[in-house]
């Protein structure tokens, strides 16, 4: 992994311990003078070099954040190491905030196919990095890049329109009224549920599995499964029916039935569709998310020890 040079962090401090202005330049001071190796990761070849390694010649990032005190803070400290650019000039794109804000970044900047890195400063933050105490341009330095692939929903209204969205959790249908939807679903064009009434129905990927999909009753799956799960939203009918686990490749319809008095919405992450007669859904396989977590909490293990939790 990551070898240290002989000039060590032993006299750097974590930014809860740092009390006054003078004791934050001193820090500073001390930081800009470590010298740490490159890492190069063997399973993707991403190569992350200090700022210190390189003469002091600061990476390029992009920062989104929360307008919290904690978020403030962090920012203050990538300051020192990095140089602020625009979303398409950046090597990396930073996150501080939630799971929500690191959806919304995803969603909007995937295109650029650059890393992410999310630093929790909300509440659950299970996508996020925590920021524990010891040196935060390190562990983005020594990261681990986790590959994500995102659904994409196709969502016919009865008015005709079709809505395209892309999600990296879960794509979901749901009743829109006090009436239980009707639907039907089909996998790869084979008619598996012939008519379920439920409030509705999750579409997971293995990013997403330990989300809506688990507080559903759904099955948390590894990142390396190759699988998408399929799960209803209280079933009534056949209630008994816990869901199904299918191939990553597998395509998935919704047919919505007696949507007159059954009116039902489509919805891929935080994008909602109304009056939907039918959805379909797969995965992107041909599309690549990547995401940097800290290299001894990888999304694998997080997603893992979720399952031991009550």
């Not at 996998?187 to 599995?209: F, K, N, Q, Y």
Request: some cysteine; glycine content about 4%; charged content about 20%.
């Amino acid at each position: 992994m990551v070898a240290k040079t002989t000039n060590s962090l032993n006299n750097i401090r974590p930014l809860s311990q740092i009390a006054s202005k003078k004791e934050f330049e001193e820090d500073t001071e001390r930081r800009s003078a470590a010298h740490f190796r490159v890492r190069e990761d063997s399973s993707t070849g991403s190569t992350y070099k200090s700022s210190a390694e390189v003469g002091l010649v600061k990476r390029s990032i992009f920062i989104i954040q929360n307008q919290s005190t904690k978020a403030l803070e962090i920012i203050e400290r990538l300051k020192i190491f990095y140089d602020y650019t625009t979303p398409e000039k950046a090597e990396l794109i930073v996150v501080i905030g939630g799971d929500g804000e690191l959806l919304h970044a995803l969603h909007k900047y995937m295109h650029l196919n650059i890393p992410f890195y999310g630093i929790n400063a909300g509440s659950i933050g299970f996508l996020m990095n925590s920021l524990i105490d010891s040196d935060l341009p390190i562990n983005i330095h020594e990261a681990t890049i986790t590959h994500l692939h995102p659904l994409t929903m196709e969502a016919i209204a009865f008015n005709g329109i079709t809505y395209s969205a892309l999600a990296i959790n879960e794509a979901s249908i749901f009743r829109k009224t006090n009436q239980a939807a009707k639907f039907r679903i089909e996998v790869d064009d084979i008619e598996r549920m012939p008519e379920l009434i439920a409030d509705g129905a999750i579409v997971s990927t293995p990013a997403g599995s330990s989300a809506y999909n688990l507080s559903a009753g759904g099955a948390i799956l590894p990142l390396s499964s190759n699988l998408l799960c399929l799960t209803p939203i209280c079933p009534f009918r056949p209630r008994r029916w816990q869901g199904a686990l299918l191939p990553s490749s597998s395509l998935i319809k919704f047919d919505i039935f007696e949507n007159y008095k059954r009116p039902v919405n489509a919805v891929a992450d935080f994008q909602e569709f109304e009056n939907i007669k039918s959805v379909t859904v797969h995965s992107l396989q041909n599309k690549v998310i990547k995401l940097l977590f800290d290299q001894h909490h990888s999304l694998e293990d997080r997603i893992i020890k979720e399952q031991f939790y009550g």
